[in-house]
């Protein structure tokens, strides 16, 4: 009689340049975050082009007077939305401050330029440095065209959509098929590692008056100063976005399972044959 089928199996998925790599990146991102918030509160508002135009910034997070009262307001475009609490006027209810946001969300949490840029630098460059590892260790293994490169039949139009309605309904691969990364996730993890990370550090770099003085074209490659700001923060933007939606199929599809992946190298999967 044979053995039976186990019920599941482990599979070693990621290196330990890619978990190192991993733990130091969400490090980084959340003081970069947080110290990019710290920054962005000296002067809360966001402009396209080469210079300020302080009465028309195409998003602004300011308090105001309205109808006699102080309330917070941010502004994107043309829309206008009361933020009060949150964005533009926050703090104790008998204390509330003019600050883009919050001082929860920033480091630190008082007031105080020079540390967040400093925090923001120091992190900025352990960030780039720490990405420049995970590539070199990623190309070297092989993990980057192994499994992040999606191939012909991942990338037909049918086979997109199906992973579109099956990540929609909260429906996970399953044996075999969990193996290996779905489309979905090969084209994110392609699109943030090789077009987001990459703008958010030249648009940072195209703010800084020493590489404006060194490489003058820089920031014009993102139609001004002003404007590569504006992206510098709308690439963060996305970045988050990203990050949460990372965490929130962890939770849905397994967070203990992908948690040890991502400290062991092994990845629990279920076996189809395996008898109940």
Known sequence: MSDPTPAQV????????????????LLALIVLLLSGLQIFNAHPALYWGDVSRFAEPWAAMQAKDVDGARVGVTKVGSLAFETTGLFGLSGKPQAMEARGFPAWATLPTYRDLGA????????????????????????????????????????????????IADHARLRFPKGEEA??????????????I????????LTGLSMSPGMNAALPWLPELFGGRQSARTLHFISAGLIVAFVAVHVLMVLVSGPINSLKSMITGRFAIRNEGASS
Do not use: C, S
């Open 194 to 201: 090789f077009l987001l990370l990459p703008a958010m550090v």
């Open 10 to 25: 482990l599979v070693y998925r990621h290196a330990v340049v890619t978990r190192v790599t991993h733990w130091i990146n």
């Open 179 to 192: 193996r290996r990364y779905n489309a979905l996730q090969k084209l994110t993890y392609l699109a943030v």
């Open 116 to 163: 967040g840029r400093r925090w923001h630098f120091f992190f900025a460059w352990l960030f780039v440095l720490n990405g420049l590892v995970y590539l070199t260790g990623n190309l070297v293994n092989g993990h980057l065209k192994r499994d992040l490169l999606p191939d012909r039949d991942q990338l037909k139009p049918r086979h997109l959509w199906h992973e």
